[in-house]
Structures are given as C-alpha cells and as structure tokens.
T-cell receptor, first 111, second 114 residues
Framework: LAKTTQPISMDSYEGQEVNITCSHN???????ITWYQQFPSQGPRFIIQ???TKVTNEVASLFIPADRKSSTLSLPRVSLSDTAVYYC????????????FGTGTLLAVQP | DAGVIQSPRHEVTEMGQEVTLRCKPISGHDYLFWYRQTMMRGLELLIY????????DSGMPEDRFSAKMPNASFSTLKIQPSEPRDSAVYFC????????????FGPGTRLTVT
C-alpha cells in the first residue's frame, strides 16, 4: 500500500538551512516527487519537482537518494515568510498509478 | 490568466441538502484534480480527469459524491445528500501534461454541513 509520511513539525531560525524529509515506498526510477507550500486559507503552491538525484531551482533543492525511499526538500536560507506547511506529493507510477500527498510538515521560522 | 477559479468560496448547508462545488481550470491545462482537506486526514485526492475523462475516482468516499467535467473549462463536484462529516475545504487544481506534477491550486471552497 503506497504511503507518504513526513514529520509533523519543525522549528528553525531566520537565515538557517532547513531540510524536510518525506518517506515514500515503492517509488520507481521515473516517478516524480513534488513539493508544495501552503499558507493558511490558501491552496498549496508549487515549489519544486523532480525524479533525479538532485534538482535545484531559484528557491529550493530536492534530493532523492539512490534507494528512492525518501526525498528531502532543502530551503537554503529561510525567512519568517517561509513559515508554512510543506507537503510532498509522491507519484506512484506503473500499475499503482497513484498520487498521494504526504501528511504535511509545519515549519515555524523564528527571528 | 486568473488562475484556477472555484465557487463558492464558502458554503454552509444543512445535513441532507445537495451541495455543488464548481471549478474553472487554467485555460490549456488538460488535467483537473479535486481534493479534500481536513485536519484529521490532510489532503486527499478524490478524483482526477484527463482531457475531461475521469481517470481515477478511487478517492471518492462514497456514492454520495460525484464529479463531472462536461468540457475543458468547467468541472463540478456534487455531494448528495450532504453529511456533517463532509465538512472540509475542497480544492480544485489543474495541470498541463508538459509540467510533470506541477499542479495549480484554486483558493478552495470551505464547506460546512450542520
């Protein structure tokens, strides 16, 4: 049974690097992992996606180890405005063909 | 583009009533998703369409829920009859096949069933 789990919450301080991990089983080589950010009373907003070992864009990096049983969202230097809930989305392809959101991680950034 | 549009933004109804939620996806997107979000269960995929055809409705909780996409610019999610446990925020999202899993979410409809 496909399942995607994350830590419930994390604390950080402004300027620090934050790494949020998502555990997902049975991800195939070409299956995408996508991360979203959600503020209160808003819909989730895309941050980054990929299926290779490392992907980087202007706001974040995504790391997927060789065993593909987890992925890590890395936010290089967080600010107070990064306080939000972060969700990973695992696309289980092949015969499963399911899109399953993780449980969400509340990131609280303090001054 | 105005983004994904959902209506109404808030809906309060009594148990047993029919509820219809509406969604207008981003023009040119060929995938449309309906999600439900609650504190207890998080974000749940209910159903998604590709080119107006339902592809996976395994997340639809029961027969009281139904979704349609009569054309590329409109979709509805209907609950009949509604129950208090259906209270949640319902999101619609759309996506282009060219963008992997980069979905664009609407602002959501907050449904309260009393």
């Amino acid at each position: 049974l496909a399942k995607t789990t994350q830590p419930i919450s994390m604390d950080s301080y402004e300027g620090q690097e934050v790494n949020i991990t998502c555990s997902h089983n049975n991800i195939a080589t070409n299956d995408y992992i996508t991360w979203y950010q959600q503020f209160p009373s808003q819909g989730p907003r895309f941050i980054i996606q990929g299926y290779k070992t490392k992907v980087t864009n202007e706001v974040a990096s995504l790391f997927i180890p060789a065993d593909r049983k987890s992925s890590t969202l890395s936010l290089p230097r967080v600010s107070l405005s990064d306080t939000a809930v972060y969700y990973c989305l695992a696309h289980y392809g092949g015969a499963t063909n399911k899109l399953i959101f993780g449980t969400g991680t509340l990131l609280a950034v303090q001054p | 583009d105005a983004g994904v549009i959902q209506s109404p933004r808030h809906e309060v109804t009594e148990m047993g009533q029919e509820v219809t939620l509406r969604c207008k996806p981003i023009s040119g997107h060929d995938y449309l998703f309906w999600y439900r979000q609650t504190m207890m269960r998080g974000l749940e995929l209910l159903i998604y369409f590709n080119n107006n055809v339902p592809i996976d409705d395994s997340g639809m909780p029961e027969d009281r829920f139904s979704a349609k996409m009569p054309n590329a610019s409109f979709s509805t999610l209907k609950i009949q009859p509604s129950e208090p446990r259906d209270s949640a925020v319902y999101f619609c999202a759309s996506q282009s096949w060219e963008d992997g899993d980069e979905q664009y979410f609407g602002p959501g409809t907050r449904l309260t069933v009393t």
